[in-house]
């Protein structure tokens, strides 16, 4: 008998990364990404073998490291869930009874940052990082993404603009784990009943510094909290839960961090969703504003 067709609930993306969430019928939700007809590079490779090792990891009962199953290009992963973390905080704003998943996403990225060794090994630098870095040595392949790139260079001047290339250097450096790449809030599903994260894994896995993947969560959070306003305390409460998961000291001060992410998503912003000069202006003052810190 054929399965029947998975009715999406929602299906939304970009020209990098397309999703469509259906509801699986034994009960919650298919969640199946997919590369968008720019992306540069295809979803990172991951045996079945490291996969179920990733499955398997215990998390203390406060997140699931959810890999995903390879469709073709695609990943498909089974979760509880039809919402991220980053759905919530731009529908709802901040909220501090997100900070469960927060402290779930850094325990988990500590979790998988431990599971060394790992043969064969994965790409040495994650797949954003190198988009950012292509894009801070003036080889954007789109011209939007390139006109955005001169218009930062020019607001941040020399001296910043080496800084945050040489920042981008060190988020990419040695004394490498097993990251995830790209541990954004979209890609931690939450559902406040239950109070566990759901990370979604495998698409950027790499060797890299733990501060790549720590670095990128808490850049969203410091760009969502610049973005959408909100008691300053109540992010702090997100950004402390999410190192209090993880349960380590940061290798880079905090504004680098951040400044490297927020870097990469202006590109990524420009390169495949839309072009808009005076937003481009926006992030590049925000961006010096951060550097300057």
């Avoid at 808490?218 to 209090?244: I, K, N, Y």
Wanted: proline letters at 7%; glycine letters at 10%.
């Amino acid at each position: 008998m054929t399965a029947p067709a998975r009715v999406p609930v929602e299906a939304f993306g970009t020209a990098l990364l397309r999703t469509t969430i259906s509801v699986a019928g034994q009960g919650g939700f298919v969640w199946t990404r997919s590369p968008g007809p720019l992306a540069p590079a295809p979803f990172s490779p991951m045996t079945p073998e490291l996969a179920a090792r990733i499955a398997a990891l215990d998390v203390n009962g406060v997140a699931r490291l959810a890999p995903g199953e390879s469709r073709g290009e695609s990943r498909v992963y089974h979760v509880a869930g039809e919402e991220s973390v980053a759905d919530h905080l731009l529908r709802d704003g901040v909220r501090t009874d997100l900070a469960p998943a927060l402290h779930g996403l850094g325990a988990a990225l500590a979790a998988l940052h431990a599971l060394t060794p790992v043969v064969p090994l994965p790409p040495t630098t994650s797949r954003g990082l190198t988009r950012l870095d292509d894009w801070l040595r003036d080889r954007a392949p789109q011209a939007w993404a390139a006109q955005a790139g001169a218009i930062l260079r020019d607001r941040l001047g020399p001296a910043r603009w080496d800084r945050l290339r040489d920042w981008t250097a060190r988020a990419a450096g040695v004394d490498t784990v097993l990251a995830h790449g790209a541990p954004g809030l979209g890609s931690v599903v939450f559902d406040p009943a239950s109070g566990i994260a759901e990370v979604l894994v495998g698409e950027d896995l790499c060797a890299a510094p733990r501060q790549t993947d720590l670095g990128w969560a808490m850049g969203e959070l410091v760009e969502l909290s610049w973005q959408l306003g909100g008691d300053p305390r109540d992010w702090q409460r997100l950004t402390d839960a999410l190192l209090e998961g993880y349960g380590h000291d940061l290798d880079m001060e905090w504004n680098h961090l951040a400044a490297v992410r927020i870097a990469l998503h202006l590109h990524d912003y420009t390169a495949y969703v839309g072009w808009n000069r005076a937003e481009c202006e926006r992030y590049a003052g925000f961006l010096g504003f951060l550097i300057d810190l």
